[in-house]
């Protein structure tokens, strides 16, 4: 499986945007960008996902490279419940259905 | 709620004891997933089953068996518990056998002792 980077954990503050970043620089033409993250207590739960294209649903926007090598998570205006794991995902269209988690981003946002 | 159930929440057991962890997937869900969630290797696939079939497997433990039912629930039972089995337990499930989203239970948190 394709590998991911992430940075440890990012900070910010509530009712700002907040830009998780992800690289890929392995990622083959047939990958898709899949997030999810796990809020306290929680499993993990599906955020978002993309090909080529920027997507955006009613959770957050995924950014993509245009070399696919580096993606964006973007949470327009950050709440405290957003404070989780994030977890930057690459998913094979003719692989295997499990999702191979990394360590993700560790999100705090602060009042 | 991500309509997947997982049962027991919580289980303490001894070292060397059986336990049986239980999923019910969302309504109409043909695949169940199992993961591990330890402190020091994170989130980790276990195995998966379609329509009662088993489908891939990943880092699961010989101790450790699973199966899914004709009513589509699965149990993941634990064999001859060790310390670091001491983990989350999360089942996820999914429509089919697409690259689909998957949806997570609760998980069930275990402690060997």
């Known amino acids: 499986d394709a590998k991911t980077t992430q940075p440890n954990s990012m900070e910010s503050n509530e009712e700002e945007p907040v830009h998780l970043p992800c690289n890929h620089s392995?990622?083959?033409?047939?990958?898709?960008i899949h997030w999810y993250r796990q809020l306290p207590s929680q499993g993990p739960e599906y955020v978002i996902h993309?090909?080529?294209s920027n997507v955006n649903n009613r959770m957050a926007s995924l950014a993509i490279a245009e070399d696919r090598k580096s993606s964006t998570l973007i949470l327009h205006r950050a709440t405290l419940r957003d404070a989780a794991v994030y977890y930057c995902?690459?998913?094979?269209?003719?692989?295997?259905?499990?999702?191979?988690f990394g360590q993700g981003t560790r999100l705090t946002i602060n009042p | 709620d991500s309509g997947v159930t997982q049962t027991p929440k919580h289980l303490i057991t001894a070292t060397g004891q059986r336990v049986t962890l239980r999923c019910s997937p969302r309504?109409?869900?043909?695949?169940v997933y199992w993961y591990q969630q330890s402190l020091d290797q994170g989130l980790q696939f276990l195995i998966q089953?379609?329509?009662?079939?088993?489908?891939a497997k990943g880092n699961i433990l010989e101790r450790f068996s699973a199966q899914q039912f004709p009513d589509l629930h699965s149990e993941l039972n634990l064999s001859s518990l060790e310390l670091g089995d001491s983990a989350l337990y999360f089942c996820?499930?999914?429509?089919?056998?697409?690259?689909?989203?998957?949806?997570f239970g609760p998980g069930t948190r275990l402690l060997v002792l």
């Open positions: 996820a499930s999914s429509g089919g056998l697409a690259q689909e989203t998957q949806y």
């Open positions: 392995t990622i083959s033409g047939t990958d898709y």
């Open positions: 993309g090909l080529t």
């Open positions: 995902i690459l998913r094979d269209l003719q692989g295997a259905q499990k999702l191979v």
């Open positions: 309504s109409g869900d043909l695949s």
């Open positions: 089953y379609y329509n009662g079939e088993e489908r």
